[in-house]
């Protein structure tokens, strides 16, 4: 039951672990830029193979960026039940949408054929993939890296009025804020747990049962939720946060001949996962 209260050790996204790496030491915005063009490949890539070189390609960068592979795969526990979840509605209401395959299973609506199963399975490897990348990407990159890339990526947006500093403050803002939740979310579980509230002795597949013990500390989680927001509206109004004025920055990236190497091999990993006519 314990490992049912270590919920900060199964989220990766949004949390920063500062190795050093090759990868670290990259471009925060070449490297923003190659994450979201590969996250890109790989969910129109509709192959066996070029979702199993995703899923090899995933696992290889958390190698060059020396962060414990078994980490990152923590981070897809929480997101099991929604896998699950979603390749039972995609068997069932998915198999009338693709046409040819060898039918296995027909009743009324139900329709399990070949191409809906290979649906199912590249879906769930798909959704891994881009767990891993997104935690890749938020393990190697501190969120003020973050907030400058996709402000700086984002930039030319400002000729038509776009607020890109303000956009890209609140997505910085809402992935950090994830492993805050986790944490405070793990408190108020040990705390109503010691009070004698049943957590974690249920089995991992009832889903709906371990939904309904989840519940009582739903609204405790809006009202610290609330109450961080708050405290975060007063830490930026004390620093004289004015939302559509011009700001600087203190750091200058300046991109270097590795980062464009990276971003050319990035491009070529791209196109092959999307137009390589794999045979599976």
């Known amino acids: 039951m314990a490992s049912e209260f270590e919920l900060s050790r199964n989220i ?9 790496s090759f990868i670290h030491q990259l471009d925060p915005r070449i490297k923003l830029l190659v994450f979201t063009i590969l996250v890109l490949a ?3 890539n509709t192959s066996y193979v070029g979702n199993a070189l995703g899923l090899l390609l995933s696992i290889y960068l958390f190698w060059v960026s020396k ?11 929480p997101a099991i039940p929604f896998i699950i ?42 959704f891994v993939e881009i ?47 994830v492993p805050t939740f986790a944490i405070e979310m793990e408190k108020m579980m040990k705390a109503q747990a010691s009070r004698g509230a049943d957590f974690g002795s249920g089995e991992w597949w009832r889903i709906i049962q371990r939904t309904k013990d ?12 609330l109450s961080r927001a708050e405290d975060l509206i ?9 939302p559509g004025n011009e700001r600087s920055a203190y750091s200058v ?28």
Not at 88 to 101: A, E, H, K, R, T
Not at 116 to 126: F, P
Not at 234 to 242: D, G, I, K, N, Q
Not at 262 to 267: A, E, F, N, P, Q
């Open 42 to 44: 790989i969910a129109l």
């Open 234 to 242: 007063l830490a930026m109004e004390s620093r004289c946060f004015t």
């Open 85 to 126: 979840i979603l390749a039972v509605l995609q068997l069932i209401f998915q198999g009338n949408v693709f046409s040819g395959g060898t039918v296995f299973f027909e009743y009324g609506f139900i329709l399990i054929t070949s191409e809906s199963i290979r649906l199912v399975i590249v879906s769930a490897v798909r």
């Open 67 to 77: 962060i414990p592979v078994s980490y990152g795969l923590s981070g897809i526990k």
């Open 131 to 177: 767990i891993l990348l997104s935690s890749v990407l938020t393990l190697s990159t501190s969120t003020t890296e973050l907030t400058h890339a996709i402000q700086s990526l984002l930039s030319p947006l400002k000729k038509i009025k776009f607020p890109v500093h303000e956009f890209s403050l609140i997505i910085t803002i809402a992935i950090r804020f």
């Open 214 to 225: 989840m519940l009582p500390i739903i609204i405790p989680l809006f009202n610290i939720a």
């Open 12 to 20: 990766t996204i949004g949390q920063y672990v500062p190795t050093g």
């Open 253 to 280: 990236y300046k991109a270097l001949g590795r980062d464009y190497i990276v971003l050319i091999i990035g491009l070529l990993i791209s196109l092959l996962l999307l137009f390589y006519p794999f045979p599976y």
